[in-house]
């Protein structure tokens, strides 16, 4: 979006537009990605213009000049609003005249790829000389169907990098589910605790990249289970002292397999196996850490983790109703819980209910 932002900025400036949009093709429509309007920043005092204007997916079809571009490839350049209604095109004047701003030179350039695939539509409004609105010059098109293919291989890469993370978190999901097989869970476990712990990190405040590690760290949580015979993991009944603490190696044996590594990934991945199982007042294991010593993303999956193992039956217990187990984590905060990350959670409980809605 950083990139996108600046492709925008930078077309405005050589332009000398007031306003300057990317769309972003998805299927069979075109979605706001970045919106910038100089004006109207200044009257609206830098509230983001996306939650002013109401439409946020326009067709693609020959109705909208941005949908129109996008449709057959083609620049348009519109000196004037007359101009553009005589070609077929309309303007939303409800928004103008909410805006107290109209309208009047428009130039829309879809966004190619280097295989002449439409990826989105670039779209400048209103240029100025002295204060006035003038129209974009036809030199003004070849400067930004140039920023338009940087525009285009950006969205691109996206894509790409979109599909490459997919691709990572299906193969960490089914390699994760090796242990939980054994352990008669199915993989909607590892999805609902891997998306319930991202929620809650990014409620939390974390930054993007963090949250996507606790994202695809936390289906290893359970990883050293793989290591634990078959006789204690699929025991119907409660377990024996000693077979207790034969499970409780499961966090060891875990941190073992993803071994030292130098990367974050899996270093998230060794904390989150071996600490998961910590409680907040120190009486969890294996080390029994207490409080912030034990790491975060480790405090994050553990209530994750028990929620999910609460709500959901097993051999050996009924599934909890989802409000008994909110009362639970609510009555643990301080205790088996970190209290701001419970709190959290608590906030959020209306977007973990969805989560367990869709997976299930």
Known sequence: DKLLENIVDQAMELTGADGGSIYVKEDNSLSFKILKNKVLKKKFKGKDLKSIFPIHKIPINYHSMAGYAALKGEILNFKSREEARASGFSFDEKIEKALNYVTQSTLTIPLKTRN?????VL????????????????EH???????ASQAAIAIQNAHLIKEIK?????????????AEFRDKITGDHIKRISQTSYLIA???GLHEDESELILYASPMHDI???AIPDRILFKPARLTENEWRVMQKHTIYGAQIIGETPYPLFQYAKNIALYHHERFDGKGYPE????????????IVAIADVFDALVTSRPYKKAW?????IEYIAEERGHHFDPEIANIFLDNIKLVKEIYRKIT
């Open 116 to 120: 002449e695939e439409v990826v989105g």
């Open 123 to 138: 779209q400048l409004i209103n240029p100025r000389e002295d204060g006035k609105i003038v129209t974009f010059k036809a």
């Open 141 to 147: 098109e070849s400067v930004m169907e140039y920023l």
């Open 166 to 178: 997919e691709v990572q978190l299906h193969a960490i999901y089914t390699l994760s589910s090796a």
């Open 202 to 204: 990014r409620k939390l």
């Open 224 to 226: 050293g289970k793989i």
């Open 288 to 299: 029994g850490l207490k409080g912030k010593k034990i790491p975060l993303e480790a405090r």
């Open 321 to 325: 109703s989802i409000e008994s187990a």
